[in-house]
């Protein structure tokens, strides 16, 4: 009796583990670890009536916050019932109501943005939302892809990265051209394999099976994007003449923002050295480019250890493949501001199109040199200057900023804003840039204060990347021997492979769109009927004695007492 029953509990076992593993397909992590995977669940169960022995959240104001963020994602009911379960900590910013009230219908639903009036090809940008700067690299393509169906559903910008305009951001592009995309088709007996297969299992297996049949042992082989309707595998060719790619970015393409860092990736020759030809070529798929001076507190260049430079990667970036990747930290047409900007100007006149810089703020000397310079040319006539200036708030940088940086370098994203909005008015151009902010922005309430502060235009990461699926194991950069439970930010393709793309795709666009219906009802509130009713007067602010303050002016002149280091060497600059 005893072995019978034995028996059966193996049984069990392994019938549930071939359940997880092959045949359940709601739950990611689940793919992975079958079985054990299911604990995790029963420990965020116990998390609530449990609070008390594991702690409450602190890097993100509230375990809340990321509630609101995960429901919005999979579009559920977002209400919290008689109480938060962790109030926000004071000091905090809130949101001035109206005695009267708007209705939701009465609020405007357009969320439009305009850079680089003055460009030849201004993007209009179709949300004040963009998912911020993640490299495909940093990212796995199965990740990317997902942000980039959800981006093109959701109908807002996605930031390309350093990493640059890979193959994987034209999986939505069907109606192209050859004279510009290398195209390659499987034989007959390679796509009954692949129906089999898809039969049995599912579309993502038998998609990979397809592909090693096609191309067998290429390394490059993941640098073709796979089209399942039509059964063909493409890919860019760079190697093309300009005049074969579009005048115009294909309509099947998300609204891409192209950033370049100091590696150039995307925009570079196999010497590293800035190519004009393939830049343009780039850009005939994107809206606009973000330089990248720095980012949160990584002020060093980017990282991608060994084993996420693939040969995917590699071919992507013009680098060699299985080799530490690690960009300068200084941009290398950055020796000074003038230059900085006549580069700008070079990118401008060679894509037609808006380019801004990315920049972390930590005293007035980060910000003042541009807005002199901005007002130098604008007086002058020139017009080599940047049309939009992204701000990263100091807290984190990413997956690969040493650790003895996060939370030393940079204010955060709402000092930040305020101080460069401020400054850029001093100077009497605050009229010719746009405002771009990005740090721990996840909620409605994040964009509705971040965007009274002076903001234009928000980038999130954090947010998206939960939306994505992320866990925040904190396993995104593979160096401690662990890589992305959900393969989501790795490059291991036994993580990587089983990641749910439609499915993510899907929340993320669900996330944006959550997010937008939440300004709207913050508006609606506060009375105003357009986000661009927006400005510091709207907020009042709740200090750490619960002292209330109407003027956010004197608030920030006491938390931003800066610019008066006589000591300085920049003081004597001034």
């Keep these: 009796m005893i072995d019978i029953t034995i028996a059966l509990f193996v049984i069990i076992i392994i019938a549930w583990y071939v359940h997880d593993k092959y045949v359940q397909r709601d739950h990611q992590l689940l793919v992975n670890y079958p079985i054990i995977g299911r604990l995790r669940y029963v420990f ?6 449990f609070r008390q022995y594991f702690g409450d959240e602190k890097f ?44 939701e219908d009465e609020v405007d639903t357009h969320f439009e943005v305009v850079f680089g009036e003055k460009r030849k090809y201004p993007y209009h940008a179709k949300s004040i939302i963009a998912r911020s700067a993640m490299s495909d690299g ?17 109908n807002f910008p996605i930031n390309s990265g350093e990493g640059g305009l890979t193959s994987n951001f034209f999986v939505t592009h069907r109606n192209y051209k050859p004279e510009y995309m290398t195209v390659v088709h499987g034989n007959i007996f390679q796509r009954v394999c692949k129906k089999i297969v898809q ?29 399942l309707k039509s059964e063909i595998f493409h890919r860019p060719n760079w190697e093309a003449p300009l005049e074969n790619f579009p005048k115009e970015v294909p309509q099947d393409m998300p609204d891409i923002i192209l950033q370049l860092s100091s590696g150039l990736y995307g925009a570079r020759d196999k010497q590293g050295n800035f190519d004009p030809d393939r830049y ?17 507190a990584k002020q060093t260049g980017g990282k991608l250890i060994a084993d996420k430079v693939s040969p995917a990667i590699a071919y992507y970036r013009n680098v060699e493949a299985h080799k530490d990747l690690f960009s300068p930290n200084r941009f290398p047409y950055a020796n000074s501001v003038e230059e900085l900007f006549d580069f700008v100007g070079k990118l401008q006149e060679l894509s037609e199109k808006p380019v801004g810089i990315k920049i972390v703020i930590s005293d007035i000397e980060n910000i003042e040199p541009y807005a002199k310079e901005i007002k130098k040319r604008v007086d002058a006539g020139n017009d080599a200057y940047p049309d939009f200036i992204s701000i990263d708030g100091g807290s984190g940088g990413s997956a690969t900023a040493p650790i003895e940086m996060m939370e030393r370098i940079g204010l955060n994203a709402r000092d930040s804003i305020y101080l460069v909005d401020k400054i850029l008015r001093d100077y009497d151009v605050r009229d010719k840039i746009k405002i771009v902010a990005s740090g721990k922005v996840l909620t409605p309430d994040d964009l509705i204060i971040i965007l009274s502060l002076g903001a234009d235009f928000v980038q999130i990461a954090r947010g998206f990347m939960m939306s994505a699926g992320c866990i925040r194991a904190r396993y995104c950069s593979g160096t401690n021997g662990h890589e992305c439970p959900v393969g989501l930010a790795t490059q291991d393709k036994s993580k990587r492979k089983k990641y749910f793309v439609y499915k993510h795709a899907k929340y993320v666009r669900d996330y944006h769109n959550n997010l937008l219906k939440g300004v709207r009802g913050l508006l609606a509130v506060m009375g105003l009927k357009n986000v661009n009713q927006l400005n510091k007067h709207r907020l009042i602010f709740l200090d750490k004695d619960s002292k209330v303050h109407d003027n956010i002016d004197s608030v920030f002149k006491r938390r931003l007492d800066i610019g008066k280091d006589l000591g300085d060497e920049y003081h004597e600059l001034r």
């Design 199 to 227: 039969k049995l299992f599912n579309g993502a297996m038998s998609a990979d099976v397809y592909r090693s049949l096609v191309f067998k042992k290429d390394p490059e082989a993941e640098t073709y994007v796979f089209d």
């Design 280 to 296: 343009q070529k780039t850009m005939r798929f994107c809206k606009m480019t973000e330089i990248k001076m720095a980012q949160g």
């Design 44 to 49: 965020e169960e116990f998390r609530e009536p």
């Design 60 to 103: 993100y104001e509230s375990k809340d916050k990321l509630d609101w963020v995960y429901k919005a994602a999979r579009d559920v009911p977002n209400y919290a019932s008689f109480s938060p379960s962790q109030p926000l900590p004071k000091p905090k910013f809130m949101l001035r109501h109206a005695t009267i009230v708007l209705n």
């Design 138 to 154: 940093s990212i796995s393509p199965e990740g990317t892809r997902a942000f980039v169906r959800g981006s093109f559903m959701g």
